[in-house]
């Protein structure tokens, strides 16, 4: 009886509100999880009641699962519960007075701006050929200069990098689109990763390959760069450029871009139009840097705070 329940929300989560495909991936393992550990005590979606999710909880903290996983889990159990209720499925929710273990705000790691500055320096001059160079120093400059994530940034299509835009359209979570500027210099790594592009393009159309849609185009399913392929180079590329690779990911380097705003005057607001989070709140871990800045003035400026 509840083997479509699972497919029949997530179809809903992705048509009614426009839920990302990383998040509905996650929802389905996480729901999939929960109905094979109830069907393993004999119990299936329609029966369990509150202790057993609570229950459920407890194993998943067994396993050792990290807090926010516990916490997305829920969550998925909660919608899922509604959903059932809303379609006539079950008459209650027993996931809907459960509190979670909820999410540990950690600050996030970031880099240093001479940090940056080495992974750019390596970008430039790591690789095995001119073509190489060239895409590596697109890659990081455009990813320090916008702070996508990156899945934006592997997935661009070239037609928005076309023409030496001065900002660049990006389509983030939930096919939510955003406009970035651009830097001088990732402008300049652009256009001439494009030139390369396209020369590499029209010899492969002149064979009878169709052209690639994307900026960072590959031979493999995706049809451009992976997440995967990138995140092995940016841990190279720290290596060559004498950063520790274990500071070093992606997402560091998007938490660079905000700190290093935030750190120049930049306003909450705007980094977070700028990042594409839907609530502020998600930008406000941010601050930390605000904190250290405050530290700063006071220990430098107060009379009590100087040396006597």
Same mark, same amino acid.
């Given at each position: 009886?509840?083997?479509?329940?699972?497919?029949? =929300?997530?179809?809903?989560?992705?048509?009614?509100?426009?839920?990302?495909?990383?998040?509905?991936?996650?929802?389905?393992? @996480?729901?999939?999880?929960?109905?094979?550990?109830?069907?393993?005590?004999?119990?299936?979606?329609?029966?369990?009641?509150?202790?057993?999710?609570?229950?459920? !909880?407890?194993?998943?903290?067994?396993?050792?699962?990290?807090?926010?996983?516990?916490?997305?889990?829920?969550?998925?159990?909660?919608?899922?519960?509604?959903?059932? =209720?809303?379609?006539?499925?079950?008459?209650?929710?027993?996931?809907?007075? %459960?509190?979670?273990?909820?999410?540990?705000?950690?600050?996030?790691?970031?880099?240093?701006?001479?940090?940056?500055?080495?992974?750019?320096?390596?970008?430039?001059?790591?690789?095995?050929?001119?073509?190489?160079?060239?895409?590596?120093?697109?890659? !990081?400059?455009?990813?320090?200069?916008?702070?996508?994530?990156?899945?934006?940034?592997?997935?661009?299509?070239?037609?928005?990098?076309?023409?030496?835009?001065?900002? !660049?359209?990006?389509?983030?979570?939930?096919?939510?689109?955003?406009?970035?500027?651009?830097? /001088?210099?990732?402008?300049?790594?652009?256009?001439?990763?494009?030139?390369?592009? @396209?020369?590499?393009?029209?010899?492969?159309?002149?064979?009878?390959? /169709?052209?690639?849609?994307?900026?960072?185009?590959?031979?493999?399913?995706?049809?451009?760069?992976?997440?995967?392929? =990138?995140?092995?180079? %940016?841990?190279?590329?720290?290596?060559?450029?004498?950063?520790?690779?274990?500071?070093?990911?992606?997402?560091? !380097?998007?938490?660079?871009?905000?700190?290093?705003?935030?750190?120049?005057?930049? @306003?909450?607001?705007?980094?977070?139009?700028?990042?594409?989070?839907?609530?502020?709140?998600?930008?406000?871990?941010?601050?930390?840097?605000?904190?250290?800045?405050?530290?700063?003035?006071?220990?430098?400026?107060?009379?009590?705070?100087?040396?006597?």
């Amino acid at each position: 009886m509840t083997r479509h329940w699972i497919q029949a =929300f997530l179809e809903a989560q992705a048509a009614e509100l426009d839920a990302a495909h990383n998040t509905q991936l996650a929802y389905a393992r @996480d729901l999939k999880d929960y109905q094979g550990w109830l069907m393993a005590r004999g119990s299936d979606l329609d029966k369990a009641m509150r202790d057993d999710v609570e229950a459920y !909880l407890i194993h998943c903290e067994t396993q050792g699962l990290a807090q926010a996983t516990r916490a997305r889990r829920l969550s998925a159990i909660r919608q899922l519960y509604r959903f059932a =209720f809303e379609e006539g499925w079950r008459s209650d929710n027993p996931a809907i007075q %459960i509190k979670g273990p909820g999410r540990k705000k950690s600050l996030p790691k970031t880099l240093t701006v001479e940090e940056v500055d080495r992974l750019l320096d390596a970008a430039r001059t790591h690789g095995r050929h001119k073509h190489d160079r060239l895409r590596n120093t697109c890659l !990081l400059e455009l990813l320090y200069a916008t702070g996508m994530r990156v899945s934006e940034l592997v997935g661009l299509p070239i037609s928005a990098a076309r023409g030496d835009p001065r900002m !660049l359209l990006i389509r983030g979570k939930g096919d939510k689109e955003r406009m970035v500027p651009l830097s /001088p210099p990732a402008r300049a790594a652009m256009a001439a990763w494009i030139t390369v592009q @396209d020369t590499v393009q029209d010899a492969a159309v002149a064979k009878g390959t /169709p052209p690639s849609r994307y900026l960072f185009a590959s031979r493999g399913r995706s049809g451009h760069l992976t997440r995967h392929r =990138f995140y092995t180079l %940016i841990k190279e590329l720290a290596v060559a450029g004498g950063v520790s690779p274990a500071k070093v990911t992606p997402h560091t !380097l998007r938490h660079a871009f905000a700190t290093h705003l935030l750190a120049n005057g930049a @306003d909450l607001r705007s980094i977070q139009t700028l990042l594409g989070h839907a609530d502020v709140s998600t930008t406000e871990i941010y601050t930390h840097v605000l904190d250290e800045r405050l530290k700063e003035l006071v220990l430098e400026h107060h009379p009590l705070a100087r040396d006597s």
